[in-house]
């Protein structure tokens, strides 16, 4: 149980100090909502399930990349998706 919460911060801490690289990720306007769940899937089970500290730090860092390009480039229903999905995968 504690484990999930240390997870937890140590992810939102790593997501407040790195952008990453979300000038070179482009989200698809066509299909955006599925690319939302599909990534936040993928990158949120990807922190997860991480075994190193050096996974767990790509992983993260990833993480906030899409973040960053789902807010700036779509914004509105789809960042908010990526975000509720994140949370609801890093909480289980």
Known sequence: MM????ILASCLAFMACGN??????KIDEQNHLNEAYNLSYELATAVKEATTYEEFQEASLNLKS???????QIGGESYLIF??????????
């Open 83 to 92: 975000l509720e999905e994140c949370n609801a995968i890093l909480n289980e």
């Open 66 to 72: 899409y973040e960053e390009a789902f807010r700036t």
């Open 3 to 6: 484990k999930k919460y240390i």
């Open 20 to 25: 990453g690289d979300a000038q070179a990720i």
